[in-house]
C-alpha cells in the first residue's frame, strides 16, 4: 500500500507475490487493480476492482477505486455511481468526495459537485461544519443552510471554509454578486485558502468575468499545475475570453492525458466550432457522443451547427436521450432540441414542433423568469430617459470607439457584425457583459444603502461618476481588443434596455438595432437553446411580451433622442445588401470599404449560434421558415399583437 503512490510498479510485484501464496487476498487484489490503474492499465484494473467490491462491498476504499477506473475508462455515470457508494460508506474520505465533485463537474451538475467539494474540505479539517447545514444542503435546503452557516459565522467568525461554502449556497441562490463580495472579502482575511480561490475564480466566471478568474487561478495553477478542475475551469476562462489558442492548446493537453473524458472532447469541439473549423469540431462532438451517448449537450452542440444532418441511426439515439427517465432536466431538454432540429430538417414540422416544445417546457420548470417585472423595468426605463432628462445632463467619456448592436437574437446582428469588422477600421470583440455590469452595480449600491434603485441612481450621477463608469467600460473592453482599430463592435444584445445608460456613459457610440419580422426572429428563438441567459424564450407568451416591451423601449428612443439609433431591417439588407451596408457605414462614419460586401470572407471567431450561417454570402432561405410551424404559434401571435404590422416603425 505504501508503494501505490510513488512506485507502483513495485506495488505490482509485491502484490502478485502475495497472491501466489494468497491467491483469494481481497487486499492484494485491491493493490494490484490500483496498481494496475496508476499505470495506465484501466481496463484490466476494472475487472480486478469489481472482483474486489463484489467480496466486500463494504469497501469503501475500493469503490472509490473503481469510480476512479471508471472515470479513466470515461464511463462518468458509472463512476459517479461507484464514488456515491464510497461516500457512503465513509463520509470522512477527502480524496473520494473531491474525486466526486470532479466527475459531477465534468458532467455539468456544478450544485452537486459544489457540494460534494465543501464535504471534502469539512472531511480533510479539523472539527467540522455544523451538521445541520451540510443536511439541509443535501436535502436542497438552501435558505436554511444559508441562515445556520450565517449564526456558525457569528461565533466561529474565522472558519473560512464555512465562509466559502455560505458563498457557494448564496450563488446557487441566484445571490452571484454577493458570493462575489463575500469571497473577496474572505481571500482578504485568508488569502491562503486555496479553496476559497477557486471558488471565487468560479464565481467570477459565473459573472462573466472570465480575465478576472483567470487572475484567481494562475497562483493555483502554479502550485498544483496537474491539477485537471483547475485546468478545465481556466479553458472555460479562456473561451469566455476570446483566448481561443490557449483554450485550444489547454484542451489538447488535458485529451493527451485524459483521452476517455467526454467534458474535453465537449470543449474542445465548442472551441473548434468557433475558429470555423466545421468538420474537427463534428468530430469532436461525436467523440463525445461514444463516450457519453446520452449528453444532450453534446447532441444539441451537434444539432446545432446548422451543418450537421442526423441520419436514422443519430435520430435513433438522440431520441433515447429525449426520452431517457433517469437523464437530468437539462439534458433531456437539450436532446429534445436537438430531435427538434433534426426533424425541422426532414421537414416534420409537427413532430418538430412537439420536440421543441417539450424541451422549452423542459428547460422553463427550472427558470425564474418574472414576465411582468420585466415589462415593470421597461416601463421605468421609458419614464426616466425622456428628452428634458438628457438635455443639459453631463456625461461620461467623449471617445466613438464603441459600436454597440442591440435588439433581440436571430435578427441577424451577427451577420451586422461580421459586415462592419469586415472593414479595415472595425474590429470584433463579442457580446461584453459589460454595460449590463454597470447597470447591476448601480442598482446594489443603493439598495446596499437602503436609497435608491437603479433608475434613482442613474438619476443622481454626477460628471466624475459617469466618467469613472465610463472609463470602466472601455479598460474592460480592451482586454478583447486586438488590434486597436479606430472602433470595436460591442454585440450584446440586451443592451437595448440599457441605451439610457449608453447615452450617458458614452455619448458619441454607436447604437444600432437589428430587427426582423416578429413572428420569424420569435419563432428562431424559441426552436434556440441557448446556454445562458434569455430566459424569455422558452414560452411563446413570454416571449411575446418580451417582444413588445422591447419595441417599446427602442420606439421611445427613437422619439427622444431622434436618431441616435441606427435601424438595420433584416429584410431590406437580404433584399438590397450593398445600399443597407452603405446606410451603415455612413451612420457609422466609415469610409466605403469594399471587403463589407465579401463579409464571408473574414476570418475570425465567432461565438454565437450564427457562427456557420454568416461564414457563407446572404441568402433568403431561413427568411419565411417559421411559416411551417404557423398553425402551432397562435399563443406567440397574439402575444405580439399589434408589433405584428407596427414593428418597422422608426
Known sequence: MALLAGNPAAAERQAREILKFLPDDARAVFILGAARRRQGDTAGARALLRRVVDVHPGSAHAHHELGLTLAGLGESEAAIAALRQAEALRRDLPNAWRSLGDQLALA????????????????????????????????????????????????????????????????????????????????????????????????????????????QLDPLLASFPAEVRLRFLAMTCMILA????????????LLAENPAEAAFWLAHGQTLRITGRAAEAETAFRRTLALRPFSGVAWWCLADMKTTRFDDGDIARVRAAARHGGLTTED???????????????????????????????????????????????????????RDFFA????????????????????????????????????????????????????????????????QSVATL????????????????????????????????????????????????????????????CFSMFKQL????????????????????????????????????????????????????RRLLDYCGLPFDSACLRFWETERPISTHSSEQVRTPVFRGALDRWRHYEPFLTPLAQALGPTLDGWRAT
Not at 482 to 491: E, G, L, N, T
Open 462 to 521: 454626477e460628471a466624475p461618476a459617469l466618467a469613472a463608469h465610463a472609463a470602466w467600460y472601455l479598460e474592460q473592453a480592451a482586454r478583447h481588443r486586438d488590434r486597436f482599430a479606430r472602433h470595436f463592435v460591442d454585440k450584446l444584445p440586451g443592451n437595448f434596455m440599457h441605451a439610457g445608460l449608453i447615452e450617458l456613459l458614452l455619448p458619441n457610440a454607436r447604437i444600432i438595432d437589428v430587427r426582423r419580422y416578429p413572428m420569424a426572429v
Open 530 to 581: 441557448f446556454f445562458s441567459g434569455q430566459e424569455h424564450t422558452y414560452e411563446q407568451t413570454e416571449l411575446g411580451r418580451y417582444y413588445r416591451d422591447y419595441l417599446s423601449v427602442m420606439d421611445h428612443f427613437d422619439r427622444e433622442l431622434p436618431g441616435r439609433i441606427h435601424r438595420v431591417i433584416y429584410e431590406d439588407l437580404v433584399d438590397n445588401t450593398e445600399a443597407e451596408i
Open 108 to 215: 455539468g451538475d456544478d450544485d452537486r459537485a459544489a457540494l460534494a467539494y465543501a464535504e471534502q474540505v469539512y472531511a480533510d479539517a479539523e472539527g467540522g461544519p455544523p451538521p445541520a447545514a451540510l443536511e439541509a444542503l443535501r436535502e436542497g435546503r438552501l435558505s436554511e443552510a444559508v441562515l445556520i452557516l450565517q449564526r456558525h459565522l457569528t461565533l466561529e467568525p474565522d472558519d473560512t471554509i464555512a465562509r466559502v461554502l455560505l458563498a457557494q449556497t448564496a450563488a446557487r441562490l441566484g445571490h452571484v454578486e454577493d458570493a462575489a463580495d463575500m469571497l473577496a472579502r474572505c481571500l482578504e482575511r485568508a488569502p491562503d485558502s486555496a479553496d476559497a480561490r477557486f471558488v471565487y475564480a468560479q464565481v467570477l466566471h459565473a459573472q462573466h468575468r472570465p480575465h478576472d478568474a483567470l487572475a
Open 332 to 386: 433531456r431538454s437539450q436532446a429534445c432540441y436537438a430531435l427538434g432540429k433534426a426533424l425541422e430538417d426532414r421537414g416534420a414540422w409537427a413532430d418538430s414542433f412537439r420536440e421543441y416544445d417539450a424541451g422549452a417546457r423542459l428547460r422553463r420548470a427550472t427558470l425564474k423568469y418574472d414576465a411582468d417585472q420585466n415589462t415593470a423595468s421597461a416601463d421605468l426605463t421609458r419614464a426616466l430617459f425622456t
Open 242 to 253: 476570446g483566448d481561443y489558442a490557449r483554450a485550444e492548446a489547454t484542451a489538447a493537453a
Open 392 to 455: 443639459g445632463r453631463p456625461r461620461g467619456s467623449p471617445t466613438d470607439a464603441p459600436i454597440f448592436i442591440v435588439g433581440m437574437p436571430r435578427t441577424g446582428s451577427t451577420l451586422v457584425e461580421q459586415i462592419l469588422v469586415s472593414h479595415r477600421d472595425v474590429e470584433p470583440t463579442m457580446e461584453l457583459p459589460y454595460i449590463a455590469q454597470i447597470a447591476i452595480g448601480l442598482g446594489r449600491a443603493g439598495r446596499q444603502k437602503r436609497g435608491p434603485d437603479y433608475y
